[in-house]
């Protein structure tokens, strides 16, 4: 008998695109159990025969419940950053409930060097890990480069003004869409191997932020001048425009992280996995330039 194969947080972004690569490559519905908060918000997918279960990280019962009789539980993070702690918190009740189920086989979304990374939430990440491998459960460590669709957060604002303002130095990224990382997750979702291990899933090159720049400018047609300035001038900017103040410490740290060489590796971890060459920063920006410009 096929394992089934449980999907949390299945009505977010990444979460619906993993589904739909099971889907495509040609999972049986009923072996997918789609969690989430809403299971409405899963009803195109219950339609198709996927079976759908209510969940909150916040109650552990809940967790138990939607977690019976799964053999393979992809555990994709939260998004709890408004509270010191939560998001750990929560994670570590979804790995204890995938044991209390007896799964074969456990998978996180991390991000890349949680055990070096300056962001504030990478210990999040590093202790699920561990509380994972603690289980003594077979488990696959995604960890999930920068997204492609995280540009949306800056550079909509930069192209109004024509200037970029950054403390990412020379820092490099290597961007990797989410629609390729979902189909790197699913397809190690799906797999029928017990082993252990740790991929880090990345775009194919690191480029700074003035290549990104140039890129932007081909893509759009619009000048983009990148300004590079201290965290503290950074973090006075993100104030200044009225962002949350928990989160800009956060969003300050993604630029002294890529500054400080924790971001800027390449891997082919992605390909390896799905088999499918990966969308390149270039063609990304192509595709969504109306978006970006405005």
Do not use: C
């Amino acid at each position: 008998m096929s394992d089934t194969l449980l999907v949390t947080g299945a009505a977010g972004h990444l979460g619906r695109l993993v589904l739909d690569n099971l889907l495509a490559s040609g999972t049986e519905p009923s072996r997918i159990i789609a969690v989430s908060r809403d299971t409405a918000k899963l009803a195109d997918y219950a339609a198709k025969g996927v079976q759908t279960r209510k969940a909150d990280f916040e109650d552990s019962a809940s967790l138990d419940a939607a977690f019976a009789g799964a053999d393979r539980i992809l555990i994709i993070s939260t998004d709890a950053l408004d509270e010191a702690g939560k998001r750990l918190r929560q994670h570590l009740a979804a790995v204890a409930a995938a044991k209390k189920a007896g799964a074969k086989h456990i998978l996180y979304t991390s991000m890349p060097n949680p055990e070096t990374s300056v962001i504030p939430f990478a210990p999040d990440h590093l202790g699920t890990e561990n509380a994972i491998k603690a289980t003594g459960i077979p488990y696959t460590i995604l960890r999930n480069g920068w997204y492609m669709e995280n540009l949306f957060l800056s550079l909509p604002h930069a192209l109004s003004t024509g200037q970029w303002f950054t403390s990412t130095g020379e820092g490099r990224l290597a961007h990797i869409s989410r629609a390729d990382i979902a189909a790197a997750t699913a397809a190690a979702l799906a797999a029928t191997s017990s082993e252990s291990v740790t991929y880090t899933l990345t775009g194919a090159k690191s480029l700074n932020t003035a290549e990104i720049a140039s890129l932007v400018t081909t893509a759009t047609g619009k000048p983009l001048q990148v300004i590079q300035i201290t965290d503290e001038q950074l973090a006075g900017g993100l104030e200044a425009a009225g962002l949350p103040g928990f989160m800009i410490p956060v969003i300050v740290s993604f630029d002294t992280n890529t500054r400080e060489d924790h971001i800027s590796l390449v891997t082919d971890d992605a390909v390896t996995l799905s088999g499918k060459p990966l969308t390149t920063l270039s063609s990304f920006l192509d595709t969504n330039k109306a978006a970006l410009a405005g």
